[in-house]
């Protein structure tokens, strides 16, 4: 890195959920989990691990602008149903040395907030969720 401002802000950051761009969404973050085994050795006294499985957990935060969550998922909760969507995650800051995208696949949401507000202080809603794959759309070159 030749400068700090070529650090990627959060600032830069969209995201789009099956198509739809989410512009209250003031920050983002999807992550995937390692599950790991022990694996004893003799004569080793190191501890080692495999991975058994991998799952995916996430969360995004939404400015309290509309209701899209209650139109996504609402009745679908009532009547059974686990929808599942695709989020694309996008961040290009013009200083940065390129944009990062990635598409977050199965995303299925773990509540529906009903109400949550309070007087003199601006509405957000917390919406975590899971996901089961992933594709990275473009990558953020490494600079030497």
């Known amino acids: 890195m030749d400068n700090a401002k070529r650090v990627a802000s959060g600032t830069w950051g969209e995201l789009w ?3 739809e761009k989410v512009a209250e ?3 983002f973050q ?3 989990t390692m599950d790991k085994e022990n694996i004893p050795q003799c004569g080793v006294i190191w501890t080692d ?3 058994r499985s991998i799952s995916g957990t996430g969360s995004m935060g939404l400015h309290k602008a509309s209701s899209r969550m209650a139109r996504k998922i609402g009745d679908a909760i009532k009547r059974g149903q686990d929808l599942r969507f695709t989020a694309v ?6 200083d940065a040395y390129g944009a990062e995208r990635v598409s977050i696949k ?3 949401f773990d ?4 109400a949550d507000w309070e007087a003199a202080v601006s509405g957000k809603v917390e919406a975590p969720f899971t996901f089961r794959d992933y ?3 473009d990558l953020i070159p490494e600079v030497n």
């Open 106 to 108: 199965d995303v299925s």
């Open 89 to 94: 995650s996008k961040l290009a800051d013009p």
């Open 17 to 19: 959920l099956d198509g």
């Open 25 to 27: 969404v003031y920050k």
């Open 30 to 32: 999807a992550k995937v």
């Open 49 to 51: 691990s495999k991975v």
């Open 111 to 114: 509540d529906l907030t009903l």
């Open 135 to 137: 594709d990275y759309l």
